[in-house]
């Protein structure tokens, strides 16, 4: 199996910027899409950046050219570096996997793999 850690969230001025870590351990060979949601009090889970295996990554419209996503397979860490922070990228972020498990070997698998979550909070 396979466990997601979060780090690096806090509180930051609105202006500021944070790094937000997930750590991947166990069967992490089986991973292959990591992405970075989050989700505010009462609404749903929005995707907010991915990043293959390969190094292709993808970033929402919101956050273009102020976060960064990046990936560290020798230490199975992704990384989420966020600049210029507003107070409406306050929320709780979630790292989330993707799984191979339509592969022989990663059969074992669960289709997906959330980390518990980390609270980021901007003040204006």
């Known amino acids: 199996q396979v466990q997601l850690v979060e780090s690096g969230g806090g509180l930051v001025q609105a202006g500021g910027s944070l790094r937000l870590s997930c750590a991947a351990s166990?069967?992490?060979?089986?991973?292959?899409?990591i992405a970075w949601y989050r989700q505010v009090p009462g609404k749903e889970r929005d995707l907010v950046a991915s990043?293959?295996?390969?190094?292709?990554?993808y970033l929402v419209d919101s956050v273009k050219g102020r976060f960064t996503i990046s990936r560290d397979n020798a230490k199975n860490t992704v990384y989420l570096q966020m600049n210029s922070l507003r107070p409406e990228d306050a929320a709780n972020y979630y790292c989330?996997?993707?799984?191979?498990?339509?592969?022989?070997?990663?059969?074992?698998?669960?289709?997906?793999?959330w980390g518990q979550g980390i609270q980021v909070t901007v003040s204006s």
């Open positions: 990043i293959t295996s390969g190094g292709s990554t």
């Open positions: 166990g069967d992490t060979a089986c991973l292959s899409v």
């Open positions: 989330n996997a993707d799984s191979m498990n339509y592969r022989s070997d990663c059969a074992q698998h669960q289709p997906y793999y």
